[in-house]
């Protein structure tokens, strides 16, 4: 059964737009000609693809729909760009969006972009997510890939490894004066602020699990929004708290940043998800992210071989 093109589309700009009104505006059509399109397809398909509370929800099978749709949109966009390499008259360039966390994107991934925009006809969106694993937004198609610590793909992905990032616990030398002078102990490193970016306290918590061999309950923590406040602030003296080595390597050498576990780095592994079944387009966007990456950062040959010979999927 071939599924009609613009019950498609009209399904999309809905979801897209969070209202039928916005969906019937972005088509010009009417509500009631969007509303008739979306139940089309859905009697079409036998199920419901959206919960019309507010917000609007996908369901599972919606989830899938979306995907697809997005996925035909990609392949025509690539279609077109063979076609006519040069573009087509009124026609614009497909969008394309990938996750990335803030500390990869303010480290080696902006030079992974840059090479992306380069080579690429798509127009690249980064969508800077520190939620980890981004996996919903990728399931639904609104990304192509993320970037994960997690190895487990999600339902109908795949996760390559592309290497390993090293982090360092810093803080200020006047900092360390005040909170570790007798040196960096489970009891100061739970009295002293640390200053985390968003939400994510579970590298902090693996680091100070590897120091001192057991689980820091509780500790003073500080969520900042970005990785360049969170770095600002440990800088000034506000904090202690684990910072990308790349990020913190010239700030160490000049003395302006202590290392407060010198020769002891916490490497987070990093890993690329993808669609595991996905348009021409995406799969030399993947390949190009996976090679560049294991580029820049560090990789256990061993592990890169291994992962090569047998690609985690679900």
Known sequence: ????????????????????????????????????????????????????????????????????????RLLEADTYSQVRPHGVEGRGMMPLAIGVDAHSIDTWFSAVAQRLIERNTVELEIVVDDADPAFPVLTRGEIIGCVSTVPRPARGCAATLIGTMPYRCVASPAFMLRYFCKGFTLHSATSAPAVLLGKRTAMLDRYLDAVFGVAAARYRKNFLPSAASQFEAIVAGVGYGLLPEQ????????????????????????????????????????????????????????????????????
């Open 247 to 314: 990020t913190v390597r010239s700030r160490l050498a000049s003395g302006e940043l202590v290392d407060v576990m010198r020769h002891m780095a916490l490497h987070v592994t990093l890993y690329w998800h993808h669609w595991r079944a996905a348009p021409p387009v995406c799969e030399a966007i993947s390949s190009d992210i996976v090679n560049s990456a294991r580029e820049i950062l560090q990789t256990s040959g061993a592990e890169v071989a291994s992962q090569a010979a047998a690609p985690t999927t679900t």
């Open 1 to 72: 059964m071939m599924l009609d093109r613009h019950q498609l589309e009209a399904f999309a700009a809905v979801v897209e737009t969070l209202s039928f009104e916005r969906a019937a505006e972005r088509l010009n059509v009417t509500r009631g000609a969007i509303s008739q399109r979306v139940k089309a397809l859905e009697e079409a398909l036998s199920t419901v693809l959206l919960v019309r509370d507010k917000p609007l929800a996908l369901t599972a099978v919606g989830e899938v729909l979306l995907k697809h749709v997005v996925a035909i």
